[in-house]
């Protein structure tokens, strides 16, 4: 089954612990991106890739690092979390526009997890 | 200005109702849209994709608006589980990067 697969689901930390939230793949996707979604104002992208070893900042990259060592997956790390970083975080992903015929590829979305930072 | 901008709602609509969403987008080299369906702290699911000459799936219509910038999404006869919020997505051209909009939340009661 093609899938977007997140973990954890939820995860409660403390303050300056780091984490790592897992995000992989099985569509050979090119594209794949990192979004925080806050009451109010929707989602928010955090870090972007267009390839293996190619990555992006998005709107709100402060705090946070990610890699892109292989294809399939991307995962997220905060190096010492702050509670602002209490958030939803979802992973994507989707056919670059190298890969696609056309424009129309849309985003496949993982599961979701839901992070405290206490 | 933000890239991508929707009312946010929300809009509370009897069931059998037809309710219309907008979406404006500033970025004039964007070039893919899409509509998303998200229900409450669940990922994002597509509803549509928009295509340049509109494009119809059941109940849902989208139409796109190159001249002014901004995508719609009809839903006719709506039904208490169209209840969710509404994400409009814009890709652009120059960056491949996907922007949302921060949603429409639509309510549907009996």
């Known amino acids: 089954e093609a899938q977007v697969t997140q973990n954890p689901r939820y995860l409660i930390t403390v303050t300056g612990k780091k984490l790592t939230v897992t995000c992989s793949q099985n569509?050979?996707?090119?594209?794949m991106s990192w979004y925080r979604q806050d009451p109010g104002l929707g989602l928010r992208q955090i870090y972007y890739?267009?390839?293996?070893?190619?990555?992006d900042k998005g709107d709100v990259p402060e705090g946070y690092k990610v890699s892109r060592k292989e294809k399939r997956n991307f995962p997220l790390i905060l190096e010492s979390p702050s509670p602002n970083q209490t958030s939803l975080y979802f992973c994507?992903?989707?056919?670059?526009?190298?890969?696609?015929?056309?424009?129309?590829?849309?985003?496949?979305f993982g599961n979701g997890t839901r992070l405290t930072v206490t | 200005r933000k890239e991508v901008e929707q009312d946010p709602g929300p809009f509370n609509v009897p069931e059998g109702a037809t309710v219309a969403f907008n979406c404006t987008y500033s970025?004039?080299?964007?070039?893919?849209f899409f509509w998303y369906r998200q229900d409450c702290r669940k990922e994002p699911k597509l509803l549509m994709s928009?295509?340049?000459s509109g494009n119809e799936d059941g109940r849902f219509t989208a139409q796109l608006n190159r001249a002014s910038q901004y995508i719609s999404l009809l839903i006719r006869d709506s039904k208490l589980s169209d209840s969710a919020t509404y994400l409009c997505?814009?890709?652009?051209?120059?960056?491949?990067?996907?922007?949302f909009g921060t949603g429409t939340r639509l309510q549907v009661f009996p």
């Open positions: 970025n004039s080299a964007s070039q893919s």
């Open positions: 928009v295509y340049s």
């Open positions: 890739s267009m390839n293996v070893e190619v990555t």
């Open positions: 994507a992903s989707s056919l670059s526009v190298s890969q696609a015929s056309s424009y129309n590829s849309p985003l496949h």
């Open positions: 569509m050979n996707h090119e594209y």
């Open positions: 997505v814009v890709r652009s051209y120059n960056t491949d990067k996907l922007i």
